[in-house]
């Protein structure tokens, strides 16, 4: 089983957050042996928190922490463990782990989230630089390629011409010899006129 979550959320303070999880299995959700828990901790050295779990249905533990900021947010059918925390705060900030477990499956997952709550996003990064790059380097390989082919090309055509010369002389050579043949045949059976 695999589980699938961003490693890193950053969240605006107060604004509404959504940490992904998703899974895939060998094998269908049944909902009377699935189970699923998000939990929460401050840091690596901190305890574990479970704030929602699924066995059989879908409960949102409530904790000083959460009150009832926490929503399900995902679709089981989708294998979406997706939630919500709505008016995020500083002290929201950590590690969220999203644990799965869908028998026959064997294997339980697991994968954990960093949020990250801030007073105001950082800037987005300006890609120009890379996109010129890329295009660059984009454009060479294009060169490359297109050079590589013509002369492969070029080859090729080259070869194939060698190839019908040859077969060309050779046809020759048979015809040569074989005019000789005929020729010499009739001169040693053709007698003089004069012999009558």
């Known amino acids: 089983m695999d589980v699938m979550v961003p490693s890193k ?10 940490l992904p999880c998703t899974f895939t299995s060998c094998y269908k959700i049944d909902i009377s042996r699935f189970a ?8 690596l050295n901190d305890t574990e928190e479970i ?3 699924f066995k059989h249905r879908m409960t949102v533990i409530r904790t ?8 399900f947010a995902g679709n089981l059918e989708k294998n979406d463990l997706s939630i919500t925390i709505s008016d ?6 950590g590690i969220y782990k999203c644990y799965v477990r869908n028998p026959p499956d064997r294997q339980l997952g697991n994968a954990s989230i960093s949020l990250n709550v801030v007073t105001e996003l950082p ?3 300006d890609s120009t630089i ?3 790059m890329g295009a660059s380097v984009g454009g060479i390989l294009a060169v490359l390629i297109l050079s590589m082919v013509i002369i492969k090309c070029v080859r090729r055509r080259r070869k ?8 060309k002389m050779e046809e020759e050579g048979k015809t040569d010899a074989e005019g000789g043949t005929e020729e010499g045949t009739k001169h040693a059976y053709s007698l003089p006129e004069d012999v009558y």
């Open 9 to 18: 959320v950053n969240a605006l303070n107060g604004t509404t957050a959504r």
């Open 51 to 53: 704030f929602m779990t």
């Open 64 to 71: 000083e922490r959460f009150d009832d900021r926490v929503v």
């Open 123 to 125: 800037p987005p990064r």
């Open 88 to 93: 995020v705060q500083m002290s929201d900030s």
């Open 160 to 167: 194939q011409e060698l190839i019908s010369d040859e077969q």
């Open 130 to 132: 890379a996109v010129v």
């Open 36 to 43: 699923m828990n998000w939990t929460y901790k401050e840091d």
